[in-house]
């Protein structure tokens, strides 16, 4: 069963708009963390945001805030102010708490992010 | 912050030969690093978790003999494509945690294998 869910292969969003990005998941644990990545076309994996399974609020990081729905086991990404740089490949990722210093990312397929002006 | 450095960023070679990929934690030391492959507008798929002073796990359908991983120190892992083809081309991302940073995985800029 795939346990990152991401629906949208594609978004667009005029600059300065906000907009958000979906993630689902899927896991029996109950101690995980979740974690937003950005890929420019260069390829390099840029770490946005991270929100722990028991955090109580949701994560905030400047730009970027997550939208933590535990119940619906959601972890939406939203950006706002959107900038022209924000173009690039995002990805939703988990790992879960089983094993925290082995255990590794699993992704998402991505969303692909366009910002136009 | 931490970073993780990756050699070469981008090689191409001759089908049949051997790559090595360096995959370096620069400032922390990562008792465990993990190998993933993209292929284009596609995801990160994990191929192997990389343990020092141990063998390698790797992930189902990922062949160990074809993709050679040594840990050898707390700052280096290595990815050996064997014998390469040309649908081994693809980018290869190397992560590695700081065992005391729990909330961020570090990511290598990458290393993209043309396989001609």
């Known amino acids: 069963a795939q346990k990152i869910t991401q629906t949208q292969p594609g978004m667009f969003v005029q600059e300065k708009e906000a907009v958000t990005l979906d993630c689902t998941y899927d896991?029996?644990?109950?101690?995980?963390?979740l974690f937003w990545y950005k890929q420019p076309s260069s390829g390099e994996m840029i770490f946005l945001i991270y929100?722990?399974?028991?955090?109580?609020q949701n994560a905030t990081e400047g730009r970027y805030s997550l939208n933590f729905q535990k119940a619906r086991k959601s972890a939406n990404l939203v950006i706002s102010a959107s900038q022209l740089g924000d173009s690039a490949m995002y990805f939703c990722?988990?790992?879960?708490?089983?094993?925290?210093?082995?255990?590794?990312?699993?992704f998402g397929k991505g969303t692909t992010l366009s910002v136009s002006s | 912050g931490a970073v993780v450095s990756q050699h070469p960023s981008r090689v191409i070679c001759k089908s049949g030969t051997s790559v090595k990929i360096e995959c370096r934690s620069l400032?922390?030391?990562?008792?465990?690093m993990f190998w993933y492959r993209q292929f284009p507008k596609q995801s990160l798929m994990l191929m192997a978790t990389?343990?020092?002073?141990?063998?390698?796990?790797?992930e189902q359908g990922v062949e160990k003999d074809k993709f050679l991983i040594n840990h050898a120190s707390l700052t280096l892992s290595t990815l050996t494509v064997t014998s390469a083809h040309p649908e081994d081309s693809s980018f290869y991302i190397c992560?590695?945690?700081?065992?005391?940073?729990?909330?961020?995985?570090?990511f290598g800029p990458g290393t993209r294998l043309l396989v001609l």
């Open positions: 992560s590695a945690r700081d065992s005391a940073g729990l909330r961020t995985q570090y």
């Open positions: 896991t029996s644990d109950q101690s995980y963390g």
């Open positions: 929100q722990g399974s028991y955090d109580e």
């Open positions: 990722a988990m790992r879960e708490a089983r094993n925290q210093a082995g255990t590794a990312l699993i």
């Open positions: 400032d922390f030391q990562a008792t465990t």
């Open positions: 990389s343990n020092e002073g141990s063998k390698a796990t790797y």
